[in-house]
């Protein structure tokens, strides 16, 4: 059984360059969730989607940003016109369900974005 | 505002004794607890969880306190193995809301 999957593993972009980051949940998953981490920081979340719903993006700066997860294929979360300020490693997580008591999330690789 | 907080950034440990990595939280709705490991270049890796509803946790050698009136957990390695130097990373979340809410992460260095 596969785990989470995340592609590109390292991503450089320029200033005003599209970032798009890949996820593919593990095997009879159908939530998944973006995380950011900061050097020195731990991880914060950026947004919740099922399977073609935006569950909660709250934790998405309002512009620049944004996240889809089709019917069919992975996860994409998208950035454009990045910043330096973009630069982070951005990990995708993926559960079965969500409870009273939440399902454990599991974690891909992470992508780490290199803002030049 | 930072709810939860881990505040050794490292922890120092010879192999084959206890390590401890402790956790603070502000937030009394926050009802269930998670501890990740991670290693360079690699995702964070489930490791043990708690529910508000118990105190003690094992699995292993890992075994998690929860002292609630301290808003306080703790995270128990014994015996300490070289493969377990990594990050430790305390998660919390609150009743159905989803989002994990994560501590800066202690590094753990066991020594031979």
């Known amino acids: 059984n596969a785990g989470v999957m995340q592609n590109p593993r390292h991503l450089v972009r320029r200033r005003g360059q599209e970032a798009r980051l890949r996820c593919s949940p593990m095997k009879g998953h159908s939530h998944v969730y973006w995380y950011r981490q900061l050097p020195e920081e731990g991880l914060k979340f950026m947004v919740y989607l099922q399977k073609e719903n935006i569950i909660d993006e709250s934790g998405m700066p309002k512009e620049r940003f944004s996240a889809e997860f089709p019917k069919e294929g992975p996860s994409i979360l998208r950035i454009q016109q990045v910043v330096r300020g973009d630069s982070a490693a951005y990990f995708c997580?993926?559960?079965?369900?969500?409870?009273?008591?939440?399902?454990?999330?599991?974690f891909g690789p992470g992508t780490r974005l290199l803002v030049l | 505002d930072q709810q939860v907080k881990q505040n050794s950034p490292s922890l120092s440990v010879q192999e084959g004794r206890i390590s401890i990595l402790n956790c603070d939280y502000t937030n009394s709705m926050f009802d269930y607890f998670l501890w990740y490991k991670k290693y360079p270049a690699e995702g964070p890796t489930f490791l043990i969880s708690?529910?508000?509803i118990k105190d003690k946790n094992e699995d292993g050698r890992f075994t998690v306190f929860l002292n609630k009136s301290a808003k306080h957990l703790s995270l128990h390695i014994v015996p300490s193995q070289p493969g377990d130097s990594a990050v430790y990373f305390c998660a919390a979340s609150a009743g159905s809301n989803y989002q994990l809410i994560w501590g800066a992460g202690t590094k753990l260095i066991i020594k031979p």
């Open positions: 708690i529910s508000s």
């Open positions: 997580a993926s559960s079965p369900f969500v409870e009273r008591y939440q399902e454990t999330q599991y």
